[in-house]
Every structure is written in C-alpha cells, then in structure tokens.
C-alpha cells in the first residue's frame, strides 16, 4: 500500500486529492493551517492523518513531514499544495506580502521535498507532485506575486526531476486553470463568467479533475514520465 503527503489538504483541490487517494487505498496524511473543523471532518470521512502545520514556519514543516512518516510507516509520494493568492498592482504589493508568497508558494515545497528525499533516494523510488498554475506559465494581470511564485515552482520542478532521476524518483507539476474553488469563488460573477468565456471548454474546472490527475502521476503507469507539467486548463493555456 502506497503512502502519500499531501500539503493544504482541507480545502478545495487538496481536500479533492485526499478522498481521491483515500479511495483508491493510500495511506494518507494531510496538513491544514486554519481550517481545523474542515480538517477534522474530512479526517474522520476517509481515515486520513489530519496534520495542523503552517507553509510559513520550517519548524512546524519538519515536524509535519516526521509526524506523516511515522504514522504512514514512509512517505512514498508528496504532494505540495499548500498555497496563497491575491490580486494587487505590483506598486501596491509590500515587501512583507512578496515575501510570504515566496515562503508559503515556493520555500514551502522546497523545504518539504528536502524533508522527504534522503527515505526516497535510500529507497530509490518516489513520487513529487508540484500544484503550479497556468499563471506560472503564461503571468497574470495584478497577479504578479503568485504568478512569479509559481512560475519558479515549475522551474523548481524541472531542475529537481533531472537530480533526482538517477535515484528513481520522479518530479512533475501539474498547472491548474481555473477551478472551482474557494480560493476563486472571490471573484465576481462578471469575472468568472468571463473566464468561462475565455475557456475552450466553456466551463470551470473541477477540484477531482486536478486529483485524478495528480493520482496518475503518483502511480505506476507514469514511472517513465518526470520534469513535466501537465496544463489542466479546459484548453485556456495552450504552451
């Protein structure tokens, strides 16, 4: 039975990723910051491991990613979701705020894969699964903070699944449009149905559409596929 961590799991797409993988027989353990009543109920719908730790703080990430392998017996697939979004001009955007979606969108994963990686070398096998956007591939308006933190994760993406190809382990991303979520349900009805216009498929993407995608590149059947992203964007993005 295979073990999988999975970062910001209590809501939306995460929360989609841990009933997926619960379903489908994975030991899971998932970490939430604040949404502790969504955290406990979704722990108690699917047996998974519920594990309350803030993206900012390495010390409560450490802690995570030991609390998840002792419990799980090895971690054999992450998953990093955990992130923040905002909308700002560049000039209105603070150092401070710049430098938490750098801590919580790109440092984060960083300092889980490290976590993670000496028990998957020794082992030679492993999955990482990197949640992008289609923003860090092609740069949204206002959303220059995000965008450039998930651009660098796409990079981070790549360079990490050519160093740690020899040891079996595989690193890809998977780079969402837009999905419905709560993290986009602040947009307005005008936006959002603008966006739906703007989409081939003429429709929001759905949070089970995401998992399904990242348990693919969790299995077996993409043991040949690493440095990649996948563009789960209903053709809004086509790089």
């Known amino acids: 039975m295979q073990s999988v961590l999975i970062t910001g799991g209590s809501r939306g797409i995460g929360r989609a990723m841990v009933e997926l993988f619960a379903s489908e027989g994975?030991?899971?353990a998932f970490t939430y910051r604040s949404s502790e009543s969504e955290a406990k109920s979704l722990a108690e719908k699917t047996g998974a491991l519920a594990i309350r730790a803030d993206a900012e703080s390495e010390s409560e990430i450490l802690s995570s990613v030991a609390r998840a392998r002792e419990a799980l017996g090895g971690i054999d697939c992450l998953i990093n979701n955990a992130a923040i979004a905002g909308f700002s001009l560049l000039?209105?955007?603070t150092t401070a705020e710049?430098?938490?979606f750098l801590r919580v969108n790109l440092t984060a994963p960083f300092l889980y894969s490290r976590a993670v990686l000496p028990d998957?070398?020794?082992r030679q096998r492993g999955r990482i699964v990197n949640i992008s956007s289609m923003w860090g591939l092609v740069g949204a308006s206002c959303e220059v903070h995000y965008s450039a933190t998930k651009a660098g994760l796409i990079g981070f993406t790549?360079?990490?699944a050519k160093e740690v190809g020899p040891s079996g382990i595989t690193v890809n991303a998977i780079?969402?449009?837009?999905i419905a979520t709560e993290m986009n349900r602040t947009l307005s009805a005008e936006d959002l149905a603008a966006l739906k216009d703007e989409t081939p498929l003429s429709r929001l993407g759905e949070p089970g559409e995401v998992a399904r995608a990242a348990l693919f590149l969790c299995s077996e059947g993409a043991g040949f596929i690493t440095?990649?992203?996948m563009n789960i964007s209903g053709g809004f993005v086509t790089p």
């Open 26 to 28: 994975y030991r899971v």
């Open 91 to 93: 000039t209105d955007i």
């Open 98 to 100: 710049w430098e938490r």
């Open 120 to 122: 998957m070398i020794r």
């Open 158 to 160: 790549k360079a990490l």
């Open 175 to 178: 780079a969402p449009g837009v």
């Open 227 to 229: 440095g990649e992203v």
